[in-house]
């Protein structure tokens, strides 16, 4: 669940303000809305969904509010996944994500419990491509409905677990992957493990940093077998002088990089376009809402993503870093 792309964490933020607002009109009386925040993902061994509830009352904070779970959550609503028309019904089981190792990020609702809906990937029988419907049922009748295809898992091509990167400005690393069906958007993430050496106290320190150098690639048009991202090697540079600061007495060393990438659904498309239809001189001023659930708020869609580890830098390349003028004096060695 950690691992979503910016475009889901902006909807995110657009759901749950809007959720929050106390003059919208959906929280009338007798109204029953849903807030749905999930992303299926078969690289994962169990399914976290979000559901929260639309809440307000007149002449109360909706911040106020937000530390209720009676007012957040729903106490007595059945989750539901189906496979197909006519698969079976698989209830979702109510946890505190805090006690599943996903506690809720510190803001204005409330952290504690963080309630969420599992299942585990086994139980749902799935292999990509298949229509599944997420359904939210309440006082015998449903509430909430939306409808996407799973993400098919897929595999790497270029560079596989463990191969040495050729990146310098003659050769700009090139991500290669085949490409997956309902696949309809990529992000690639670049986790890079980099070792200080302290010449004065001759301490090692070993740093982590985060990378996305690629984020909402759209995918490629045709029927193409396989997907790329290139990534050049000033970007590299960049992003290593943005992080890193030169330190005389400080000799560096490249220990290895992770490469991880993500897909998203079509879900992720249709979010990005609303926005990109509302900025610039001519859109609105309200940031619009995207949703896809039926009779609720939010995002049910599907995503994918795999790994590959431990990739160090050839030779030429660590010479490129060694020999650019900006980040020649970060102190890169062999």
Known sequence: MNKITALALGLLFATLWSACNNEVDLIEEGHDIPVVYGFLDLADTAQYLRVMRVFGEENTSALQLAQDPDKL???????????????????LEKVDGALEGYPRDTGGALISPNYLYKVRTGRLNLSGGEEITLQINRGGKTIG???????APFAVRSPV?????????????????????????????????????????NDWTRKELVWIPVRGQIKRSGTRLYERAIISANDLYQFLTSNLEPIKDI????????????????????????????????GSVELPLYSNIQNGLGVFS????????????????????????????????N
Do not use: C
Not at 168 to 194: C, E, G, Q, V
Not at 251 to 274: K, L, M, N, P, S
């Open 73 to 91: 959550y729903y106490s007595g609503a059945e989750v539901s996944l189906r496979v197909g028309d006519q698969g079976e019904r698989v209830l």
């Open 145 to 151: 409905e939306s409808t996407i295809h799973v993400l």
């Open 161 to 201: 677990e463990g191969d040495a990167l050729t990146w310098h400005p003659r050769a700009p690393l090139t991500i290669k992957w085949r490409s997956s069906p309902y696949a309809k958007l990529y992000d690639i993430k670049m986790r890079i493990y980099i070792s200080e050496h302290n010449l004065k106290t």
């Open 251 to 282: 000799e560096r060393y490249w220990q290895g990089a992770d490469i991880t990438i993500y897909a998203g659904g079509q879900e992720f498309v249709d979010f990005q376009q609303v926005i990109l239809a509302n900025v610039g001189l001519t």
């Open 302 to 333: 599907s995503k994918y993503h795999l790994e590959t580890n431990n990739h160090t830098l050839t030779k030429s390349s660590i010479d490129s870093i060694q020999l650019n003028t900006d980040t020649r004096k970060l102190n890169f060695k």
